[in-house]
Nanobody, 129 residues
């Protein structure tokens, strides 16, 4: 069982930066073995993949819309995954969710929300123009 708590959201202007954090507590299994992902959901839209990171090789995957602007990282010792967001745009406005995928055999990060077992409650990011 994994519990995820996001923090770091807020209201910023276009071009600003934010860093989101996701603190995890895992029972029965080391947090570091989960594949971690960030997703976002804007009003009236489906939840979409933003970025993900594997535990074994720290390989990452990004949505095209955030490549070059967002960076996902993890600190297994602190049971925390981060999303550094730079050059924010109004279209980045959404609720951002942290998620954990227990299927560590995957050769790569999966971008489908349905493949993630655990979710945080979300943190709002609002970017004004």
């Amino acid at each position: 069982q994994v519990q995820l708590v996001e923090s770091g959201g807020g209201l910023v202007q276009a071009g600003d930066s934010l860093r989101l954090s996701c603190a995890a507590s895992a029972s029965g299994r080391t947090f570091g073995t989960y594949i971690m992902g960030w997703f976002r959901q804007a009003p009236g839209k489906e939840r979409e993949f933003v970025a993900g990171i594997r535990w074994s090789d720290m390989s990452t995957v990004y949505a095209d819309s955030v490549k070059g602007r967002f960076t996902i990282s993890r600190d297994n010792a602190k049971n925390t995954v981060y999303l550094q967001m730079n050059s924010l745009k109004p279209e980045d406005t959404a609720v951002y969710y942290c998620a954990a995928d227990s299927r560590t055999w995957r050769p790569r990060v999966d971008i489908r929300p349905s493949e993630y077992d655990y979710w945080g409650q979300g943190t709002q990011v609002t970017v004004s123009s």
